[in-house]
């Protein structure tokens, strides 16, 4: 079965960093590009950026650049994905996707509040 | 960047009813579009790609078609399970963007 597992929900304070983790199974994880797309509530789609597994080149989002970092073990198959200095407008639902079967599947999600 | 262009934003229709959603995008994207479907606290779910190729297990119900600028997501007779919200997203070119969304409601 193609699933993606993320980590669980996070509460963080302005200025601190956080990083989610995606673990692929039932497919070869090296093979398909993952993305990260973030949701804040009642909010739409935003797409932050995109790591080749095989090699680990990265590609970003203009708006995150300097403040997000993708990476991937491939001996778990898991992609990480960093994001630093965090302000309350980050507070969102993060996705991990993989272009597996054309952006697909999702990962479950993983809240994320940033709060005092 | 590309901006997707969805319309309507809310649609309110009946069980049986055809519904037709259109995302136009700011320039040519070829057919590099794809169509999700999110309810509520679930993450989005494929349903297009390739602005027409249905992913697996997806209803015949849905269709996809357009190509460059213009393109729609029809549903040919709505069930109960296909009131949620739409989003359209191009792939033709980096950063990857979304349609804000339409939200399908019950009439």
């Known amino acids: 079965q193609v699933q993606l597992v993320q980590s669980g929900a996070e509460m963080k304070k302005p200025g601190a960093s956080l990083k989610v983790s995606c673990k692929a199974s039932g497919y070869s994880f090296t093979n398909y590009f993952m993305h990260w797309v973030r949701q804040a509530p009642g909010q739409g789609l935003e797409w932050m950026g995109v790591?080749?597994?095989?090699?680990?080149?990265?590609t970003y989002a203009q708006k995150f650049q300097g403040r997000v970092t993708m990476t991937r073990d491939t001996s778990t198959s898991t992609v990480y994905m960093e994001l630093s200095s965090l302000r309350s407008e980050d507070t969102a639902v993060y996705y991990c996707?993989?272009?597996?079967?054309?952006?697909?599947?999702w990962g479950q999600g993983t809240l994320v509040t940033v709060s005092s | 960047d590309i901006q997707m262009t969805q319309s309507p934003s809310s649609l309110s229709a009946s069980v049986g009813d055809r519904v037709t959603i259109t995302c136009r995008a700011s320039q040519g994207i070829r057919n590099y579009l794809a169509w999700f479907q999110q309810k509520p606290g679930k993450a989005p779910k494929s349903l297009i790609y390739?602005?027409?190729s249905l992913q697996s297990g997806v209803p015949s119900r849905f269709s996809g078609s357009g190509s460059g600028t213009d393109f729609t997501l029809t549903i040919s007779s709505l069930h109960p399970e296909d009131f949620a919200t739409y989003y359209c997203?191009?792939?033709?070119?980096?950063?990857?963007?979304f349609g804000q969304g339409t939200r399908l409601e019950i009439k």
């Open positions: 390739a602005a027409s």
């Open positions: 997203q191009q792939y033709n070119s980096h950063p990857i963007t």
């Open positions: 790591i080749n597994p095989s090699g680990g080149s990265t």
């Open positions: 996707l993989s272009h597996y079967n054309w952006f697909d599947p």
